[in-house]
């Protein structure tokens, strides 16, 4: 045990703890004499499997707290997804492979917003893409979910899946995407579409359409006009860099640029239209916390070490972040229900 609350110490600390300061912590804490070497060593196979098992317990029992109880009533799990990578010390490369030659590591992180659990949270090499762990991780969809995710998830195929699931998706559509006309051979014309939405005043409008070039998926598409800096913005982004690689920008993809375009197969009346880019936006939740274990949890600021040590801090650092969101999501709760205001992740890191 006296082990495990060394490792928790030194991943709790913002700073690297060395080898000296963990034994110096041994030392001071029960008064046992072991060499920097005799910590090193204590790190192999069986002391990673026993983090592990502890990881593992972690998110099984991990307590839940429901801010909104009504929220998506007609889904019974809402998946919220994302990954974060990070290099690591080049001598890891042999076991977390990066881009390049550089060493690295993925951490792909689901969570049911709908029930208040991890649902995954898994570490891999950073070399293994979204699209893999997409294709890996369709088996554990359910009937009755609703999967939300980004871009890099993004492949018509499993889209179907789902469908044949009977459970639902929420996606951004893919620029690349060939949308038609429901029961049409005819492509839906976005500048057409600009025109008619600009001169009815009308900023967001659903259609009725199917997608992909071969095997057609028929979605609900909902289309919402963006704001002329947002335009521009991405105009500028894109262009420099299709710049860099030598590409010209299309004429489609600009005109696509005009508006936010999402893909469902939920019913309306269980996600409406006006509620589609509010749903969509819980996804940058994580976006945010993978910021903050970055800049408050310093989880990719380890010094070189073996692997066995540097996997068991990494999941040492995780077990705090698990906890750390469930005191946050408990505040957070409380906070809504006794003042009817939702406490952002920001002030609970800060």
């Known amino acids: 045990m006296e082990f495990f609350n060394t490792l928790l110490y030194c991943a709790s600390r913002s700073e690297t703890c060395s080898l000296s300061q963990a034994s110096t912590r041994v030392k001071d804490k029960i008064n046992v004499s072991i060499s920097k070497q005799g910590i090193d060593n204590r790190f192999n196979k069986g002391s990673v499997a026993f983090v592990k098992?502890?990881?593992?317990?972690?998110?099984?029992?991990?307590?839940?707290?429901?801010?909104?109880?009504?929220?998506?009533?007609?889904?019974?799990?809402?998946?919220?997804?994302?990954?974060?990578?990070f290099v690591v010390p080049e001598r890891l490369k042999e076991y977390l492979k990066g881009t390049g030659s550089k060493a690295g590591v993925g951490i792909q992180y689901e969570y049911d917003i709908k029930n208040g659990r991890t649902t995954d949270l898994t570490i891999t090499d950073a070399k293994r893409c979204d699209l893999i762990d997409a294709k890996e991780t369709i088996s554990k969809v359910l009937p009755g979910d609703l999967i939300i995710r980004d871009l890099g998830y993004f492949i018509l195929s499993l889209f179907s899946e789902i469908k044949k699931k009977k459970a639902f998706?929420?996606?951004?559509?893919?620029?690349?995407?060939?949308?038609?006309k429901e029961h049409e051979e005819t492509a839906i014309s976005f500048k057409e579409l600009h025109s008619q939405m600009t001169q009815t005043k009308n900023s967001l409008v659903e259609l009725s359409v199917t997608v992909g070039s071969k095997e057609r998926l028929p979605v609900r598409l909902i289309v919402q006009l963006v704001p002329e800096e947002i335009y521009e913005q991405r105009i500028r982004k894109i262009e420099k860099e299709n710049r860099k690689k030598g590409f010209k920008t299309s004429d489609d993809y600009k005109m696509r640029c005009k508006f936010n375009l999402f893909i469902t197969n939920a019913e309306e009346k269980d996600l409406p239209k006006e509620a589609v880019y509010k749903a969509y936006k819980i996804r940058w939740q994580i976006e945010l916390m993978f910021k903050h274990w970055k800049s408050t949890c310093k989880i990719h600021n380890l010094q070189p070490m073996k692997y066995e040590r540097f996997i068991c801090?990494?999941?040492?650092?995780?077990?705090?972040?698990?906890?750390?969101?469930?005191?946050?999501?408990?505040?957070?709760?409380?906070?809504?229900?006794?003042?009817?205001k939702l406490l952002s992740e920001d002030k609970c890191y800060a």
């Open 53 to 85: 098992s502890i990881f593992k317990d972690c998110l099984e029992n991990e307590f839940h707290k429901v801010i909104v109880p009504d929220f998506f009533a007609a889904f019974n799990r809402v998946l919220v997804k994302d990954a974060t990578r």
């Open 313 to 340: 801090l990494l999941h040492a650092k995780l077990i705090l972040i698990i906890i750390n969101l469930q005191l946050i999501r408990n505040f957070q709760g409380y906070y809504f229900q006794n003042e009817n």
């Open 169 to 180: 998706f929420l996606s951004r559509l893919n620029v690349k995407c060939y949308v038609f």
